[in-house]
């Protein structure tokens, strides 16, 4: 379930919903005219409001392993969540007042990189290889390097990639091709770890 806490005392605000809990981080954005907290649940995606949990919608996405990757949240009406394991990504579109999928399919399987819109183009790290999807029907444009279970941060109009092993590459957002303009080795063993972005600092470890 989902919960709220107080900041300064710790205290239990409310908790809500029954689903078994994902691992991803919970996304706060406007959906069709209300706040609300979109939450990656496992086996499903839902609506709550901020100051009670209440539930105001909910998507059953299929039985699945743990979800990690964090939802997109498009526009004023719609969600994007992507699940590796071979499962893939549903789009959910809430403009009717009720859950719609626009579509599903396995294009995308994120693992636990968050995923990336420019220009109606999303990018992600697909089973760890770079791709590019065309938001309106969910097909990919193309399919670049592998860099495993990385990293990826949207700055601008570039993608800022950080490998599995380290490495930290640049990469244009364009749905043409893969273009890489910079890469370098930043650490020198293995990382999950998300890279923070201050300014003209990045952090990594």
Not at 50 to 75: C, F, K, M, N
Not at 92 to 108: F, H, M, Q, R
Not at 142 to 166: C, M, P, S, Y
Request: hydrophobic content about 40%; proline content about 4%; some cysteine.
């Amino acid at each position: 379930p989902l919960a709220a806490f107080d900041l300064l005392t710790g205290e239990l605000r409310w908790r809500a919903g029954d689903t078994k809990p994902g691992y991803a981080t919970p996304a706060l954005g406007t959906l069709v005219g209300k706040r609300q907290i979109v939450v990656h649940n496992k086996g499903s995606v839902s609506g709550h409001l901020p100051g009670t949990g209440e539930i105001l919608w909910s998507y059953d996405i299929g039985g699945a392993p743990a979800h990690t990757t964090v939802p997109l949240i498009i526009g004023d009406s719609k969600v994007l969540v992507s699940v590796g394991y071979g499962r893939g990504s549903h789009l959910i579109d809430l403009a009717s007042g009720t859950p719609e999928e626009v579509w599903k399919n396995n294009k995308l399987k994120t693992k636990f990189a968050d995923m990336i819109l420019r220009n109606d183009h999303v990018y992600g790290l697909d089973e760890g290889r770079l791709v590019c999807v065309e938001l309106a029907e969910g097909q990919r444009t193309w399919r670049g390097t592998r860099f495993n279970h990385g990293q990826v941060l949207g700055v601008g109009d570039k993608l800022l990639v950080q490998a599995e092993d380290g490495e930290i590459v640049l990469v244009e957002a364009t749905p043409e091709e893969e273009r890489i303009v910079h890469r370098f080795d930043a650490l020198s063993s293995k990382t999950w770890n998300h890279p923070v972005l201050a300014g003209r600092l990045l952090l990594v470890r």
